[in-house]
């Protein structure tokens, strides 16, 4: 799939929907499951992941923290970030989509990553 630059949130909904479908990827793996299909807006981007608890505090785990896609729980997830919970060597989730590989490339987790350091454009 061709990068380009996500400016909206429906923007976001449908390249993680299509990146996953398009790699094979189940929806009945993740304990979430398509989670970026049915929230609304101020959900995603205000919200926690749904049933999914740091493993480390047993808090609910935030989806994202707008202007910081460094420290937000979908980019360390689809980066499989080390010495995180979604590091795939040690981390109690391992790196998302889960069951990958596939999984989402660089250029692909950039351009989430850009839509978060924006702001989250609506």
Same mark, same amino acid.
């Given at each position: 799939?061709?990068?380009?630059?996500?400016?909206?949130?429906?923007?976001?909904? /449908?390249? *993680?929907? &299509?990146?996953?479908?398009?790699?094979?990827?189940? !929806?009945? %793996?993740?304990?979430?499951? #398509?989670? !970026?299909?049915?929230? =609304?807006? #101020?959900?995603?981007? #205000?919200?926690?992941?749904?049933?999914?608890?740091?493993?480390?505090? @047993? =808090?609910?785990?935030?989806?994202? *923290?707008? @202007?910081? &896609?460094?420290? =937000?729980?979908?980019?360390?997830?689809?980066? %499989?970030?080390? +010495?995180?919970?979604?590091?795939?060597?040690? %981390?109690?989730? %391992?790196?998302?989509?889960?069951? +990958?590989?596939?999984?989402?490339?660089?250029? /692909? *987790?950039? &351009?989430?990553?850009? !839509?978060?350091?924006?702001?989250?454009? /609506?």
């Amino acid at each position: 799939m061709a990068i380009t630059k996500l400016n909206h949130y429906a923007e976001v909904q /449908q390249f *993680i929907a &299509s990146i996953l479908t398009s790699n094979g990827q189940s !929806w009945e %793996g993740a304990p979430h499951k #398509n989670f !970026w299909e049915t929230l =609304s807006y #101020n959900d995603f981007v #205000n919200g926690n992941v749904p049933h999914v608890k740091d493993p480390d505090t @047993g =808090s609910p785990m935030p989806i994202l *923290i707008k @202007g910081n &896609s460094a420290q =937000s729980n979908l980019i360390l997830a689809l980066r %499989g970030a080390p +010495g995180t919970a979604f590091d795939p060597g040690s %981390g109690a989730i %391992g790196q998302m989509p889960a069951n +990958g590989p596939p999984f989402f490339t660089d250029d /692909q *987790i950039s &351009s989430i990553a850009d !839509w978060i350091d924006r702001g989250c454009p /609506q």
